[in-house]
């Protein structure tokens, strides 16, 4: 008989489990999704200029090439559209409970299965497969006064279209990726954008095209199609990932930022306040051509003073007040949080968020010992700096997939303390070589510095890694 899997959450990783197991024949599944869609943070994040900083051709399923891409980097809409292509085309939507969040699952001893409680009631099941992500929980700042601002207030990712934002005055706290991407087309609208930046960020230019429809008719030829894709794969590999872990691009990454921070900024006092003084790649690297120029524009200031308070008339900040009719918070996401808030409970009482109060962990980011048959896509340290998530949650299904056939023979299986300790142990000397560690404060980190998002290896090791289960590393039931 096959198992009975729930699935959390309905983004690429949610959506890749779910056609395995339908491509398999193993149909005895239910994907639980608390949002109104498929689609995930390409559904949750709309604001505007949202997009992909890898394109596409490879930040899509090996399986499901697409050639209909209309640009190198596409935006949001088309994103969204193909992963709605994906769960029709496979057959997903009766398996797909939307506006139904998971709220609490407990492995139960006795019956070798997990109950996963939903608003509706209680549901069993032999495997639960997390696939909620790493940047699902928006992060607010904790600043004073915050309810008292006067105007509209919104999270990038909860982005209130009802706003209009011409002619009016936009704050903008952050400047990430989320920020760098929303800050030009808000400036075009705006009368006025104070942007609140605490730490600079490197920036990169983003050699985006457009593909013409002969270019697309040409992406249908599977041999370029495919060669496309590992073009841009083995560039990511071999240039960006060698940045990030002190190789020879290293230079050659902080010249490129250089040079385009000089190239689109020419006042020399911006310039200095725009150059961080860490290195390059220890926060997220942003690819984007636009937010530059954006910063450079007259009607675009660029705020260093530290925020002191949100007051009813805009953002006061240690050298006064910043008036705005409209607070964009691009603060990020609580990324070190998990699965949480959802409350998982695995043997013996143990809870995952006890598990793990120093940090997430996980064996190859997969499985955590006593919690038997739960599985994490894209779960602690598998997220890159560098390359395609997708290709990770390829990975980690793949594993899943091959873990599934045990169950029926042996019963539940759960990770050997021992193949955890060992997988931290091979996790913490890679990290040692990478650039995430000192020296920047980011959302790869947690609160004690612990690098517990990223991935620290080549991902053709990830891939070798997971390629099948080893069933040493495992406690089986039977
Ligand atoms: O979030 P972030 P994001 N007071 O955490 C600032 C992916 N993504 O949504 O750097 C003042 O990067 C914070 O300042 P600091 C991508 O992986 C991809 O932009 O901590 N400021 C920072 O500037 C990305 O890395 C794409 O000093 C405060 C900002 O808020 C990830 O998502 C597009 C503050 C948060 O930046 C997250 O990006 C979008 C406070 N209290 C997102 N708290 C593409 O593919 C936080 N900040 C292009």
Redo the contacts with the bound molecule.
């Keep these: 008989m096959s198992p009975t899997v729930a699935i959390i959450g309905a983004g690429f990783g949610g959506l890749c489990m779910a056609i395995r197991l339908q491509q398999a024949g193993l149909r005895s599944y239910t994907v639980f999704e608390k949002g109104h869609d498929v689609g995930g943070t390409w559904r949750d994040?709309t604001y505007p200029g949202?997009?992909?900083?890898?394109p596409s051709h490879l930040y899509s399923y090996s399986f499901e090439r697409y050639s209909s891409w209309t640009r190198r980097y596409p935006g949001q809409p088309e994103i969204l559209a193909y992963l709605e292509m994906c769960a029709d085309k496979y057959g997903l939507r009766p398996h797909i409970r939307l506006d139904t969040e998971v709220v609490s699952a407990a492995f139960d001893e006795a019956l070798g299965k997990w109950r996963v409680r939903t608003a509706s009631g209680e549901e069993l099941f032999d495997v639960v497969v997390s696939a909620v992500g790493q940047?699902n929980q928006p992060?607010l700042?904790?600043?004073p006064g915050m309810s008292s601002f006067a105007g509209r207030s919104f999270h990038?990712?909860r982005w209130d279209h009802s706003v209009d934002l011409t002619g009016r005055r936009v704050a903008v706290?952050?400047?990430?990726?989320?920020?760098?991407?929303l800050i030009p087309p808000v400036a075009e609208a705006a009368a006025h954008v104070d942007v609140?930046?605490?730490?600079p960020?490197w920036v990169i230019p983003k050699p985006d095209a457009v593909f013409a429809p002969a270019a697309r008719a040409a992406f249908r030829l599977p041999l370029l199609q495919r060669a496309y894709r590992e073009w841009i794969y083995r560039y990511a590999e071999g240039t960006l990932y060698r940045a990030l872990t002190g190789g020879w691009s290293t230079g050659l990454l902080r010249k490129r930022a250089l040079d385009h921070l000089h190239a689109q900024i020419p006042d020399p006092e911006l310039r200095a306040r725009l150059t961080p003084d860490y290195p390059v790649g220890c926060?997220?690297v942003?690819?984007?051509s636009r937010f530059y120029p954006a910063l450079a524009r007259p009607d675009v200031d660029v705020v260093t003073d530290r925020?002191a308070r949100i007051v009813p008339e805009g953002v006061e900040t240690s050298a006064g007040l910043r008036e705005a009719d409209v607070i964009v918070y691009?603060?990020?996401?609580r990324?070190t949080d998990f699965l949480s808030p959802i409350e998982v409970t695995g043997r013996q009482g143990r809870r995952l968020g006890d598990e793990w109060k120093d940090g997430a962990e996980a064996y190859l980011g997969i499985a955590v010992p006593h919690f038997p048959n739960l599985f994490l896509l894209y779960g602690p340290n598998t997220?890159l700096?560098h390359n395609s998530i997708v290709f990770m949650i390829e990975c980690q299904v793949r594993y899943i997939m091959g873990c599934l056939p045990y169950l029926a023979d042996r019963g539940p299986m759960e990770v050997r303390p021992e193949a955890m300790d060992s997988w931290r142990r091979s996790l913490e000397r890679a990290m040692g070589g990478t650039v995430w560690q000192a020296g920047c404060?980011?959302?790869y980190k947690n609160a004690a510095g612990r690098v517990t998002n990223n991935w620290p290896g080549p991902t053709p090791l990830y891939r070798r890694l997971t390629r099948t289960p080893r069933p040493a590393a495992f406690h089986f039931a039977r």
Excluded: Y
């Design positions: 994040n949202a997009g992909c900083d890898i940047l992060h700042p904790d600043l990038s990712a706290i952050g400047n990430g990726s989320s920020a760098a991407q609140f930046q605490r730490t960020n926060k997220r942003i690819i984007d925020i691009a603060t990020g996401f990324s997220n700096g404060t980011s959302w």
